[in-house]
Nanobody, 123 residues
Framework: QVQLVESGGGLVQAGGSLRLSCAASGRTFSSTVMGWFRQAPGKVREFVAA????????YYADSVKGRFTISRDNAKNTVYLQMNNLKPEDTAVYYC????????????????WGQGTQVTVSS
């Protein structure tokens, strides 16, 4: 089985930066696509970014493109999300997921999830 643990969240002011990490333990699959999703109170879990196993292809939601960067270190079994120029609307619980099948942009295409890490951006 695969266990995913997110870390790096916190409280920042608008315009600040955070770097989230997703550490995988147990049985891991370096060839799989990994993604970041976020969920704000009362809203559905939405796509943020995804990355292929080699890191050669990345995908971003329009709302974060140009501000966020996803990367991975397969040797460390870790996926990162560098978040710059944060905005209050970025406030949410951020989840790391392992893709299983289907579109990279939909949460139901991911089979495993971490516990989430809270990101709060104040204005």
């Amino acid at each position: 089985q695969v266990q995913l643990v997110e870390s790096g969240g916190g409280l920042v002011q608008a315009g600040g930066s955070l770097r989230l990490s997703c550490a995988a333990s147990g049985r891991t699959f370096s060839s799989t696509v990994m993604g970041w999703f976020r969920q704000a109170p009362g809203k559905v879990r939405e796509f943020v970014a995804a990355i292929t196993w080699s890191g050669s292809s990345t995908y971003y939601a329009d709302s974060v493109k140009g501000r966020f960067t996803i990367s991975r270190d397969n040797a460390k079994n870790t996926v990162y999300l560098q978040m710059n120029n944060l905005k209050p609307e970025d406030t949410a619980v951020y989840y790391c997921g392992r893709h299983f099948s289907g579109s990279y942009y939909y949460s139901n295409s991911y089979r495993y999830w971490g516990q989430g890490t809270q990101v709060t951006v104040s204005s």
